[in-house]
């Protein structure tokens, strides 16, 4: 081997060690350790974690193994209309896409995929989170790029604004397939994408539960192409290391992953291929007032918290994100749960008692 491989090979000799005893932390190390599978390659570790991320949103990470998205598990968010699935969704993607600079909002700056299966994505909606973004994580930039484009006008800096929002655009790629058997031919089409471009880190699905109606009124024909597609998408994260997040709609009442099978046609994310993880979240909106007065603090998102920036809690509903169903849950189950708030521009705030 030459010397990069050498080296290459001792440093992820190093990281099976640190794995092996823990040395990486409590919380990261049973996720690496529990990612890794007999017949996988040192190679495979590395690229698992590089490509893990923390999201930013203090509701999603604390309620993830190891705090960060990582392409170990298929993670499925579950509530009823209006829970703020999508909301979720859409800050999530633009914590992706979004510029690593704090006037470009940031992100990771990696490229997305988004499967619009209920064709409601709006574009202008995630222009105004980037927005948002970007006003806040400006505040914790310190080096004299800002003063300077201050300097130039107010004409200078919508320029710049334009021309780093359609650079975080252009990072991401959407689908609209029209009907099961298409979805399945979109996400076959997909793979030739993921190979072209390694550095896609996220792909979403909103929602998976596009034809849930269909699938149960029609479960011979419809429910085999919807339970290939939540295979599809297992193979596609394990084959190209990218964090799968999709959403589903659950019926008033209803408690999630159970109904799959139930109301779904037959659906279940149990026969995933081998090596799938699911991790299942559950959202529902907690009506203004329902909880009294709101009582706690704000975790600003990335870029706020360095630059000593203090969010107000905005008025209007929470939304609660749990591990366990609603409907099901019992007294004596635990049960992790967060809370976060949407900004007038629709970003997720999340807020901690």
């Not at 989170?129 to 790029?145: D, F, H, I, K, P």
């Not at 359609?166 to 030739?192: H, I, T």
């Not at 999709?246 to 209803?254: D, E, I, L, N, Q």
């Amino acid at each position: 081997p030459t010397a990069t491989g050498r080296k290459v090979a001792r440093a992820c000799q190093h990281a099976m060690a640190l794995v092996a005893v823990g040395a990486v932390g409590e919380k990261v190390a049973p996720v690496i350790a529990a990612a890794v599978t007999p017949d996988e390659t040192v190679y495979d570790l590395f690229r698992t974690l590089q490509s893990s991320h923390g999201t930013g949103l203090e509701c999603l990470d604390s309620l993830l193994a190891g705090g960060a998205l990582g392409p170990t598990e298929l993670v499925v968010l579950h509530g009823e209309a209006g829970a703020g699935k999508t909301a979720l969704l859409t800050s999530l993607i633009s914590a992706y896409i979004a510029g690593e600079e704090p006037f470009a909002g940031g992100g990771f700056g990696v490229p997305a995929i988004l499967v619009d299966t209920e064709g409601a994505f709006d574009i202008d909606v995630l222009l105004e989170v980037l927005r948002a973004r970007a006003s806040r994580s400006s505040v914790a930039e310190t080096s004299g790029a800002a003063a300077a484009r201050a300097a130039d006008g107010e004409g200078s800096r919508l320029r710049i604004q334009a021309a780093w929002l359609d650079e975080a655009v252009s990072r991401l790629l959407v689908v609209k397939p029209r009907e099961p058997a298409d979805l399945l031919r979109q996400l076959d089409r997909l793979r030739d994408v993921l190979a072209a471009n390694p550095r896609v880190a996220l792909l979403a699905v909103d929602s998976m539960s596009a034809w849930q109606t269909m699938a149960g009124a029609f479960p011979r024909s419809m429910a085999p192409f919807v339970q290939e597609a939540w295979c599809a998408l297992a193979r596609l994260q394990r084959e190209y290391c990218v964090a799968i997040v999709a959403t589903h709609r659950s019926p008033p009442g209803g408690r999630g992953s159970d109904l799959l099978a139930r109301r779904g046609g037959g659906v279940s994310l149990d026969n995933l291929p081998r090596g799938a993880h699911c991790c299942h979240l559950f959202l529902r909106r907690i009506p203004d007032g329902a909880l009294g007065a709101a009582s706690g603090s704000v975790v600003p998102p990335i870029g706020a918290a360095a630059s000593g920036l203090k969010l107000s809690l905005p008025p209007g509903d929470l939304f609660e994100v749990c591990t366990r169903s609603f409907a099901n849950r019992s007294g004596d189950q635990p049960c992790e749960r967060s809370t976060f708030v949407l900004s007038p521009a629709g970003e997720v705030i999340s807020v901690v008692s």
